[in-house]
C-alpha cells in the first residue's frame, strides 16, 4: 500500500468523518452563529442609538465599530465550531481500533520503512496506548524496534542513528494535512458558504 493511498484512505476517513460531524455540528453552528448574530443585532441597535445623538461623522464611526464587533463575533462563533469538528476528528481518530487501526499503522509504517531501506536497524515510537500493536507489527520487521512512547492521536514516528533520519508518519500530521488542505471546504458546509 503506497504512501498516496494510505493519505487518501486517511483522507477519506477524514471527509466521512468531518460529514458526520458536521450534520451534529451544524445544528451547534447555528445555535452559535444564532446567539452571535442576536448579540450583535443588539450590539448593532445600541450603537445606532447612540449615533442618533452625535453629529454625523460620529455616527459613522460607532456604525463602523458595531458592524466590526458583529463580524468578530460571528468569526469567533465559527472558529469556536471548528474548533469543536476538529476535536470531534481528533476523538473519532483516537476510537479507531481492531483491524482498522491495525492496518492504518501497519501502512504508515510501511511508507516510514521506505525511508529506511539502506540502514540495518531503526526505533519506531507511537501512542502509549499501541504499544502491544507496535510490537506486533514491529515482529514482521528485522532490525526495527519499539522504543516508547510519543504523544500523538496513533501512527509511527521511525528513527535511525545510522542514517540520522527521523519520519513523522503519525496521524496527527496526515489530519493536519488533510486539515489544512481542506479547511475551506469544510468551513463552506458547516456555515453554508456557496
Same mark, same amino acid.
Given at each position: 500500500?503506497?504512501?498516496? &493511498?494510505?493519505?487518501?484512505?486517511?483522507?477519506?476517513?477524514?471527509?466521512?468523518r $468531518?460529514?458526520?460531524?458536521?450534520? *451534529?455540528?451544524?445544528?451547534?453552528?447555528?445555535?452559535?452563529?444564532?446567539?452571535?448574530?442576536? *448579540?450583535?443585532?443588539?450590539?448593532?441597535? /445600541?450603537?445606532?442609538?447612540?449615533? /442618533?445623538?452625535?453629529?454625523?461623522?460620529?455616527?459613522?464611526?460607532?456604525? !463602523?465599530?458595531?458592524?466590526?464587533?458583529?463580524?468578530?463575533?460571528?468569526? +469567533?462563533a465559527?472558529?469556536?465550531? @471548528?474548533?469543536?469538528?476538529?476535536?470531534?476528528?481528533?476523538?473519532e481518530?483516537?476510537a479507531?481500533?481492531? *483491524?482498522?487501526?491495525?492496518?492504518?499503522?501497519?501502512?504508515?509504517?510501511?511508507? $516510514?520503512?521506505?525511508?529506511?531501506?539502506?540502514? *540495518? !536497524?531503526?526505533?519506531?515510537?507511537?501512542?502509549?496506548?499501541?504499544?502491544?500493536? @507496535?510490537? &506486533?507489527?514491529?515482529a514482521?520487521?528485522?532490525?526495527?524496534?519499539?522504543?516508547?512512547?510519543?504523544?500523538c492521536?496513533?501512527?509511527?514516528?521511525?528513527?535511525?542513528?545510522?542514517?540520522?533520519?527521523?519520519?513523522?508518519? &503519525?496521524?496527527?500530521?496526515?489530519?493536519?494535512?488533510?486539515? +489544512?488542505?481542506?479547511?475551506?471546504?469544510?468551513?463552506?458546509q458547516?456555515?453554508?458558504?456557496?
Open positions: 500500500m503506497s504512501l498516496e &493511498t494510505v493519505v487518501e484512505d486517511i483522507r477519506d476517513e477524514a471527509r466521512a $468531518a460529514e458526520e460531524i458536521r450534520e *451534529d455540528a451544524e445544528a451547534e453552528a447555528e445555535e452559535i452563529i444564532s446567539e452571535a448574530e442576536a *448579540d450583535a443585532e443588539e450590539t448593532l441597535e /445600541e450603537a445606532e442609538r447612540a449615533a /442618533e445623538r452625535k453629529v454625523a461623522q460620529e455616527r459613522e464611526q460607532q456604525l !463602523s465599530s458595531a458592524k466590526l464587533e458583529a463580524k468578530q463575533m460571528r468569526l +469567533e465559527r472558529r469556536d465550531v @471548528l474548533e469543536q469538528v476538529r476535536e470531534d476528528v481528533e476523538s481518530i483516537v479507531l481500533d481492531g *483491524d482498522e487501526r491495525e492496518e492504518l499503522t501497519r501502512a504508515l509504517l510501511d511508507a $516510514a520503512a521506505e525511508e529506511f531501506e539502506t540502514v *540495518d !536497524s531503526a526505533v519506531v515510537y507511537g501512542r502509549a496506548s499501541d504499544e502491544d500493536l @507496535l510490537e &506486533t507489527i514491529l514482521d520487521y528485522d532490525g526495527y524496534e519499539y522504543a516508547g512512547e510519543y504523544d492521536l496513533g501512527g509511527v514516528v521511525v528513527e535511525s542513528e545510522e542514517s540520522r533520519l527521523r519520519v513523522n508518519n &503519525t496521524f496527527d500530521s496526515v489530519l493536519e494535512d488533510v486539515w +489544512e488542505d481542506n479547511l475551506r471546504e469544510i468551513s463552506s458547516l456555515f453554508d458558504e456557496q
